[in-house]
């Protein structure tokens, strides 16, 4: 956390009172030990800041680095236990107008605070650079409001802290993503419950900083390489969308360094998956329940298998699978099914664990050509 900046003047006086007294030279009441210790402390905080807290709710205080409640409201300050301080503006929040004058109107003790929250609002007007005033964050959740447009440069401000930004549940269509790269601390990124259809891919998204992307519940379809730039993806969430097919190198990720990675693709309409749609991942979970899926050729799972040394999960429960002799190739290497889930055959009304090669017609294990 940045110490407090000092924004009044005036302050040698009381100052020079707290040095020679360890008092307060406006209220008369001893000061914290630290500061009558600490003398370079006293020149960095304001007088009238006396304490590190002044009131307790729960896990939650207000403190020096809050300013006066009612000239946030409808919106609140408070310090967590761990010094975070935190800004939220809950559904009194009334327009957009009222949000861009408490951010830059009001003064605050300090510039940068750790987490932005605007939650539950009906605010719909365009996210823009403009709105923050003199603030920065490392944290901003925009979530459950009525938002449909994000400037192309809203978050470029927070370059140097923005670690977490969150719009989800709102009516976003469009997201300028290339705006990723120019936010070299960001680290988790949330966009789930939104309506966006597409996001670019290798040519304008490159993060090294990325760990966690979440973009369910949109209308998302996919093509080749659109994570490739995300060598530290480590939980990719693509789940109720309307991907109907993943092409070749649609989830490829060529210098994939993260120990490990889960891919959630649950719930879509997936019917087709091409050979080489996940080449490069490693140490990693899919996800394909719930989809479209007939079959489970070998050309598109064991290359998977292979380079990650059997350190994968297939989890495609709830697939309408037709069951022969192309899932020869699982049920007879052991090794091979371990990297599946017990999925269930309709056709057979089996599970992998108990099919044998004579439920398949006693066909012999073929390897791809």
């Known amino acids: 956390m940045h110490p407090p900046r000092i ?202 900083s990325i760990k966690v992307l979440k973009a369910s519940r949109n209308q998302l379809v996919l093509t080749s390489d659109t994570f490739a730039g995300l060598p530290l993806l480590e939980v990719l969430d693509l789940s109720y969308n309307k991907i109907t097919k993943l092409s070749t190198h649609a989830l490829r990720i060529p210098n994939h360094m993260a120990d490990k990675l889960e891919i959630d693709l649950s719930y879509n309409e997936i019917q087709e998956i091409e050979p080489n749609a996940f080449s490069g991942v490693r140490g990693c979970m899919i996800n394909l329940r719930n989809n479209k899926l007939i079959t489970l050729p070998e050309t598109t799972y064991r290359p998977v298998i292979d380079f990650t040394d059997t350190k994968v999960a297939f989890l495609v429960t709830e697939n309408p699978l037709d069951c022969d002799c192309d899932i020869c190739w699982i049920v007879q290497n052991a090794t091979v099914a371990g990297c599946f889930d017990n999925f269930h055959c309709p056709n057979l009304n089996e599970g992998l664990s108990t099919i044998t090669s004579a439920d398949l017609g006693n066909c012999t294990l073929r390897r791809p050509g």
């Not at 360890?22 to 370079?40: A, M, S, V, W, Y």
């Not at 960001?186 to 040519?203: D, H, K, Q, T």
């Open 7 to 208: 924004l009044w003047t005036g302050l040698a006086l009381a100052t020079l009172s707290t040095l020679t007294t360890g008092r307060d030279l406006h209220h008369g009441t001893k000061l914290h030990p630290f500061l009558l210790q600490n003398p370079e402390g006293v020149r960095t905080l304001p007088a009238v800041l006396r304490t590190p807290r002044d009131a307790t709710r729960g896990n939650e205080t207000s403190c020096s680095l809050c300013p006066a409640a009612l000239s946030l409201s409808p919106c609140k300050c408070t310090c967590k236990d761990n010094g975070q301080t935190e800004l939220v503006c809950g559904a009194e929040l009334s327009s957009c107008s009222q949000l861009t004058e408490i951010l830059n109107k009001q003064v605050f003790p300090t510039s940068h605070y750790y987490k932005l929250t605007v939650d539950g609002t009906q605010l719909d007007c365009v996210i823009e650079r403009d709105l923050w005033g003199p603030l920065d964050f490392e944290k901003i959740v925009f979530a459950k409001n009525q938002f449909t447009t994000v400037d192309n440069h809203a978050f470029i401000p927070f370059k140097d802290t923005l670690k977490t930004l969150n719009l989800e549940n709102n009516k976003i269509s469009n997201f300028f993503f290339p705006v990723i790269n120019e936010l070299p601390k960001l680290r988790e990124f949330v966009v789930r419950g939104n309506e966006i259809n597409f996001i670019p891919g290798y040519a304008y998204i490159n993060s090294s």
